[in-house]
């Protein structure tokens, strides 16, 4: 990170969480692609439900104070190791084959002016393997894939300009590529995961 010109070097693990206010930008920017491709999903929480909602204000009150407690979940060795083991998650090449054309599918959208990079073809695999050891399995499905593609590459679309008036998003884009890009037959990447054990 640098800061007035002077480096600092950050230890891993070191990540940029940033919040966006939809609402209204004034004294602030919108990113532009560029920047916006280096985050690795973008997810949003709208509002609690009514019963969530109780749970914050139940909580303020049995604290007694404004300021919340932050329990640490994981150290830092922890949240490495955990990292190092996403790469054993396995990746079979249809599933593999799948992400790549998911992620091709965005550049070719009437929809498009722009759709995503080779970063979100990374991201997605990183979340698809995420999900898996998430599921307790060591190998990714398309279910995966499709579970997270929304928020690994709906914001790093831009959108033809001409398509505003239809409130299309990057969202919707997505999801239409879901529905276009044929999914792997479970045959295949069963046989491809079998050939993997075997060699094993």
């Not at 990079?117 to 990714?140: E, I, N, T, Y």
């Not at 499709?146 to 300009?161: E, I």
Request: aromatic share 4%; hydrophobic share 45%.
């Amino acid at each position: 990170m640098t800061i007035e010109g002077v480096t600092h070097v950050l230890e891993p693990p070191f990540l940029v969480l940033a919040t966006q206010n939809p609402i209204e930008y004034e004294g602030t920017y919108p990113l532009p692609e560029a920047q916006l491709d280096r985050f690795l999903l973008r997810i949003g929480f709208g509002y609690p439900t009514q019963e969530q909602e109780w749970k914050v204000l139940s909580d303020r009150l049995d604290r007694k104070v404004d300021e919340v407690e932050l329990r640490p979940i994981v150290d830092r060795a922890e949240l490495r190791a955990l990292q190092a083991a996403m790469e054993t998650v396995h990746v079979g090449e249809p599933v593999g084959r799948y992400i790549v054309s998911i992620v091709a599918a965005t550049r070719e959208s009437a929809s498009a002016a722009v759709g995503a990079s080779p970063r979100g073809s990374l991201a997605l695999l990183k979340l698809s393997r995420c999900r898996a050891a998430l599921a307790g399995r060591d190998f990714v499905t398309p279910d995966d894939v499709k579970a997270v593609a929304v928020p690994a590459l709906a914001h790093r679309m831009m959108l033809r300009p001409e398509l505003w008036v239809q409130r299309l998003s990057g969202e919707d884009v997505v999801r239409a590529v879901l529905e276009a890009v044929p999914t792997p037959r479970a045959d295949e990447a069963e046989a491809d995961d079998a050939a993997v054990v075997a060699e094993a």
